[in-house]
T-cell receptor
Framework: EVQLVESGGGLVQPGRSLRLSCTTSGFTFGDYPMTWVRQAPGKGLEWVGFIRSKAYGETTEYAASVRGRFTISRDDSKSIVYLQMDSLNTEDTAVYYCNPVFKWGLGYWGQGTLVTVSS | AIQLTQSPSSLSASVGDRVTITCRASQGINSALAWYQQKPGKAPKLLIYDASSLESGVPSRFSGSESGTDFTLTISSLQPEDFATYYC?????????FGQGTRLEIK
């Protein structure tokens, strides 16, 4: 059974950094790309970024709104994907979800982790 | 970036109604489109992938279709548990994008 547990969220001041983790189980983590999606309170879904598998160089893609501030990385030995968030601003306040990309449709979701950026 | 425009943004319907939600892409996306259902306080649930493939475990009253850059989610006979917000998402090119959502309410 695929399980995803996002962690690391919390209250952070504008301009500061935070690192989210997504611990996974139930599938061969190293074989699949991973993506992050977020949802601001009362708003729609927003794709954040994507990291390919090691076979594809662990290359990354980002939404324009976070490019240059957020960095996705992965540790295949631990089956964990990370989201390093720097220079946070109030518009980054959201629930953050990670997802394995098995196909062109995200079939597995964790509970998400809430990030609140506020002074 | 490819824009996805959902219509309507909200609609009211009754149990048993047939409902159609449309997602229009700003350019061709090669069927790389998914539909999700989201209920308040919950993570989204995948309904349809590759534009028309039904996700395992999803009731057959849900279906997806495409015509050019127009994609449609149809619920053939609304059930009480179907009242939720629905999103489309394209995977054809980066940045991956979502539609703005369609809120389906009980009439």
């Amino acid at each position: 059974e695929v399980q995803l547990v996002e962690s690391g969220g919390g209250l952070v001041q504008p301009g500061r950094s935070l690192r989210l983790s997504c611990t996974t189980s139930g599938f061969t983590f190293g074989d699949y790309p991973m993506t992050w999606v977020r949802q601001a309170p009362g708003k729609g879904l927003e794709w954040v970024g994507f990291i390919r598998s090691k076979a594809y160089g662990e290359t990354t893609e980002y939404a324009a709104s976070v490019r240059g501030r957020f960095t996705i990385s992965r540790d295949d030995s631990k089956s964990i994907v990370y989201l390093q968030m720097d220079s946070l601003n109030t518009e980054d306040t959201a629930v953050y979800y990670c997802n394995p990309v098995f196909k062109w449709g995200l079939g597995y979701w964790g509970q998400g982790t809430l990030v609140t950026v506020s002074s | 970036a490819i824009q996805l425009t959902q219509s309507p943004s909200s609609l009211s319907a009754s149990v048993g109604d047939r409902v159609t939600i449309t997602c229009r892409a700003s350019q061709g996306i090669n069927s790389a489109l998914a539909w999700y259902q989201q209920k308040p306080g919950k993570a989204p649930k995948l309904l349809i992938y590759d534009a028309s493939s039904l996700e395992s475990g999803v009731p057959s009253r849900f279906s997806g279709s495409e015509s050019g850059t127009d994609f449609t989610l149809t619920i053939s006979s609304l059930q009480p548990e179907d009242f939720a917000t629905y999103y489309c998402q394209q995977f054809n090119s980066y940045p991956i994008t979502f539609g703005q959502g369609t809120r389906l309410e009980i009439k």
